[in-house]
């Protein structure tokens, strides 16, 4: 059973920067895929940033060149380094994570089966 638990999140300026963080259990990075998503209110839950199995990343557009994901695998824990942030980055932020298999691109939030609770961020203008 893996479980998810992130932290960091937080209330920042416009051009700000934060780091997420989420700590993990029972995930093994090499069978995995695992990534940040977001929901702000009214929208729909959005993929952020996910790391393959086979160590590969994948940023959304919308986020590239300001977000960068990372993992510490001794340290079974997740990152999400945000600089710049803009006030439409505002919502819920998530960790999820699933088994995958070789090729698996991972971006499809609907096939993630496991959820942390979330961490807000708010940017003001």
């Known amino acids: 059973q893996v479980q998810l638990v992130e932290s960091g999140g937080g209330s920042v300026q416009s051009g700000g920067s934060l780091r997420l963080s989420c700590a993990s259990s029972g995930y093994t990075y090499s069978r995995h895929c695992i990534g940040w998503f977001r929901q702000a209110p009214g929208k729909e839950r959005e993929w952020v940033a996910v790391?393959?199995?086979?160590?590969?990343?994948s940023t959304a557009d919308s986020v590239k060149g300001r977000f960068t994901i990372s993992q510490d695998n001794a340290k079974n824990t997740l990152y999400l380094q945000m600089n710049s942030l803009k006030p439409e980055d505002t919502a819920m932020y998530y960790c999820?994570?699933?088994?995958?298999?070789?090729?698996?691109?991972?971006?499809?939030?609907?096939?993630?089966?496991?959820w942390g609770q979330g961490t807000q961020v708010t940017v003001s203008s």
């Open positions: 790391i393959r199995r086979d160590g590969d990343t």
């Open positions: 999820a994570a699933r088994l995958s298999a070789p090729g698996d691109r991972c971006v499809a939030l609907t096939r993630y089966t496991y």
